[in-house]
């Protein structure tokens, strides 16, 4: 008989790229997106980085995909903003998927997260109307992506898996997908958020759910009792565990290949936009 963690471990090995050899020291640059650095209104945050596909077809779309940093970036906006592409290995990640043939492409809007306090909601709301109301905004005007809530994803590593969840619970018409990635909640908050997220579906639908960790996450509990409790509740989640610790070489090497490959292979039924009209050539 073969344990639950081990068979839901092989499927993750199954699933996860090949390793992505990056690193922090510069080497962090992709060939297959254009990054910009964007300045935004905001009173808690006012950047976003955002990595648009250089691969796509003239005229062609793909979905959006939001990321929030960990706690190591929130005390500086440009630091924050860019650890996705600097330190998480987002960019690197994204080149080594291009290879394969099965890989469509994401937009990717990475903002500054600052470190909110927990315990005030009114904080939480704000930076989650900041984020939909100028942060998705801006990547659907100035980026190809489909303009729709079913291709309007959002995710988070660490404190950002965290504060994601919060985002997501509170403006759940928005989001069709959500990933979390060594999420930093322990076992009882992770049974309330199942509970919450099963509440969403009921009055919204379901979304779709990716649990993501690795063997020596000091969140792994909180991750593993999560996609348990949610399953229990009937949510459906893709869980994944891989071998490695909770750092920014592990992200790099396969946390972060891993949750892009998970996202860019949902489907997308219903989101291709209406043929654009030409006219004839005489």
Do not use: K
């Not at 062609?60 to 440009?78: I, N, Q, S, W, Y």
């Not at 801006?138 to 303009?147: H, K, M, N, Q, S």
Request: net charge neutral; charged share 20%.
């Amino acid at each position: 008989m073969i344990s639950r963690r081990a068979l839901l471990a092989g499927t993750a090995c199954a699933l996860a790229p090949r390793a992505v050899a990056a690193d922090a020291s510069g080497n962090w640059r992709p060939r297959q997106l254009e990054l910009r650095e964007v300045a935004v209104a905001g009173s808690l945050s006012r950047l976003i980085v955002v990595g648009t596909p250089r691969h796509l077809a003239p005229f062609e779309r793909v979905p959006l995909l939001v990321l929030l940093h960990g706690l190591g970036e929130t005390g500086d906006a440009r630091t924050g903003a860019w650890a996705w592409f600097e330190r998480y290995g987002l960019g690197t990640g994204y080149d080594a998927l291009c290879d394969s043939p099965s890989f469509r492409g994401l937009v990717l809007a990475c903002p500054y997260m600052p470190n909110l306090p927990i315990a005030d909601p009114g904080a939480l709301d704000v930076y989650a109307r900041w984020i939909v109301e100028v942060v998705i905004p801006t990547a659907r005007r100035e980026c190809p992506v489909i303009d729709s809530s079913p291709a309007t994803y959002l995710g988070g590593c660490s404190l950002g898996g965290h504060f994601s969840l919060e985002v997501l619970l509170r403006r759940p018409e928005v989001f069709s997908a959500w990933g979390g990635v060594q999420t930093a909640i322990h076992e009882a908050a992770a049974v309330r958020y199942a509970q919450r997220l099963a509440d969403v579906a009921a009055h919204n639908g379901p979304r779709e759910l990716l649990v993501e960790t690795s063997t020596e996450d000091p969140f792994r509990r909180g991750s593993e009792a999560l996609s348990t409790e949610l399953a229990r509740l009937g949510q459906g989640n893709r869980f994944i565990e891989l071998p490695g610790p909770h750092d920014q070489a592990w992200l790099r090497s396969s946390g972060t290949p891993a949750m892009l490959q998970w996202f860019d292979a949902l489907p997308r039924r219903e989101l291709r936009p209406a043929p654009i009209e030409r006219p004839l050539v005489r």
